[in-house]
């Protein structure tokens, strides 16, 4: 099942990934809605633990909660410290794809592949210092690379261009690998990724800090249109 959900995340194309935390989580399901009626796709969950990051967000309960309401992918990122821990009950709670942090573990190989056993898709991330060498072992057994261009842990920060060299290596190096940015991500910010050959656009403020998600995410679109190659 979640396999599908992976494809349908490869079968959208260039796609605004909405962020799950700088959302009204007093008005989820409304949200979500809005979301859906603004064309959403792929849902972005951030899951923080406030140990690997210093800011602590939300668990299963959210990730099921969603599930029970809609069919689409969700994208979970998992900011914690032993995502092995938590990969199994996430994925039974309904995630689509469990991306961990490079960072937070010893041996990426190993989180990759347990965490591909669960049938879901697998993704790791790396933060704007981290070099792209420390993914080498585990990039055979990902489907999908989240380089954040911003320090992982909170929205609302400023773009790092670093994100944009590790993008364009990537897309050279691993044609088939699902490339996704994830902070600072703006009308500006955008059209650069997707000349860089990302795929999945994670957005957070540029929506959530506007009134009409519909008219923020098609202007979203409109700047990766222009910058197709
Ligand atoms: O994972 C994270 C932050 O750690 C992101 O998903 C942010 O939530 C994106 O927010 P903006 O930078 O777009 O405001
Ligand atoms: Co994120």
Redesign the pocket.
Known sequence: MSQDKLQMMRDAGPSVLP?L??CDFGDLKGELDRLRDAGTQVL?L?V?DGHF?P?LTYGMPIVEGLRRHTDLPLDV?L?ISDPLHYARPMAEAGASSLTFHVEAVQDAEQVAGEIRELGVGVGVALNPETPLSDLDACLPLVDLVLV??????????A?NPVALEKLATLRESHPHLLLEI?????SETIGPARAAGCDLF????????QHDYSAAISALEAAIEGANV
Do not use: P, R
């Open positions: 962020s935390l700088l972005h951030d923080m990051v800011n990122h900011m954040m261009s911003v320090d992982a842990g909170f929205g609302g920060q773009f994830d902070g600072g991500i703006n994670v957005v957070g403020s540029a929506i959530f800090k």
